[in-house]
């Protein structure tokens, strides 16, 4: 069901307005810590999340590839500030690594650099994001950088690059936003490298000067483009939309052109789209579904509201159950 076209607008307001609460630090430390408030924020975040604990999301790993597709898994949390925490953060991702190891889950592991100090320094965000990339190399499992707003980017590609040149972590793998105009650039300097490439539209609060709208029919046409790009290079790759057209043009290249299912998947994030990468699985296109973990929800539950403001009402729902 869509929106009649001429509230789009303010559909088109109200998203950007939830997106720039996401990013409002002080919210968010008001909405996961006030004994008030935090219990409405758990209720609208279970339809999303996985749980609060290692423990949980390997459950529900275990639940996704009950289902036929592979997963990966997240640890939330962006912008730590605080160099001890940040390795603390990471003590709890190489946890997850280690659980996913000794159960020989099909599981990748996700993670923000900022979340692993990024912004305290980048040669911490790189030493942690190496540490846990080479434990999972040790498990033959790969890493998923994600990425960030766009003031962090340039960090983020850096520390990506270096992983694959200084340390030849070809098991590293990086998120790259298909709505920002510099991904016309940075999309052919990032396939020289051999890491999986994971496209999304993104859900980012980005100016219109740095990147297409949202709902635009412009990003939608830039979107199959790059990934008909990637999907013909033979580059490892995951298609990870829920823009169920996008989905059925992309499947049908796929099948026309043959392509080797070794070096693509379509990927779908937990309580959304299930019905959509279970009929692709079903298909026989390889799928992988996303779970994230952890208290620091609160970005992460806003920015998939805001992908689809009419999730507000069912937000509500949740809240009232």
């Given amino acids: 069901m869509a929106f009649p076209s001429e509230w789009q607008p303010l559909v088109d307001q109200a998203a950007s307005k939830l997106r720039a609460l996401a990013l409002d630090e002080e ?52 912008s730590v500030r605080d160099e001890g925490f940040a390795m603390s953060e990471t003590d709890v991702f190489l946890q997850l690594v280690l659980a996913i190891g000794q159960r020989n889950l099909n599981c990748s592991i996700s993670f923000d650099l900022s979340h692993l100090g990024s912004l305290v320094d980048s040669e911490l965000g790189y030493r942690n994001a190496r540490r846990i990339a080479l434990a999972a190399a040790e498990i033959n499992r790969e890493v998923m950088i994600s990425i960030e707003g766009a003031d962090r980017v340039d960090d983020i590609y850096a520390i990506y690059t270096r992983l694959h040149r200084e340390d030849d972590l070809r098991n590293v793998g990086i998120t790259v936003p298909a709505k920002r105009f510099r991904t016309a650039q940075d999309l052919p300097a990032l396939m020289k490298l051999p890491g999986r490439i994971r496209l999304v539209k993104g859900a980012y609060l980005d100016g219109a000067d740095i990147s297409l709208e949202r709902n635009s029919p412009e ?76 208290a620091e929800h609160f970005l992460y539950v806003l920015n998939r509201i805001a992908e689809e403001p009419m999730r507000v009402y069912q937000a509500i729902i949740d809240v009232m159950a």
């Avoid at 219990?39 to 590839?65: C, L, N």
């Fill in 27 to 78: 919210a968010k430390e008001k909405f996961c810590n006030d004994p008030l408030l935090r219990p409405y924020m758990h209720k609208v975040s279970q339809r999303y999340v996985a749980g609060r604990t290692v423990e949980d999301a390997i459950q529900r790993v275990e639940q996704i590839i009950g289902r036929g597709h592979a997963a990966s898994a997240e640890y939330m949390g962006e």
């Fill in 219 to 294: 990003l939608a046409s830039t979107y199959r483009r790059y990934a008909q790009e990637l999907l013909l290079s033979g580059h490892k790759c995951s298609i990870a939309t829920h823009d169920r057209s996008i989905q059925a043009d992309l499947s049908a290249l796929i099948l026309k052109e043959r392509i080797d299912p070794r070096w693509f998947e379509f990927e779908s994030l937990i309580g959304l789209g299930t019905e959509q990468i279970d009929d692709l699985q079903a298909r026989g296109f390889p799928t992988r579904e996303y779970a994230v973990f952890g």
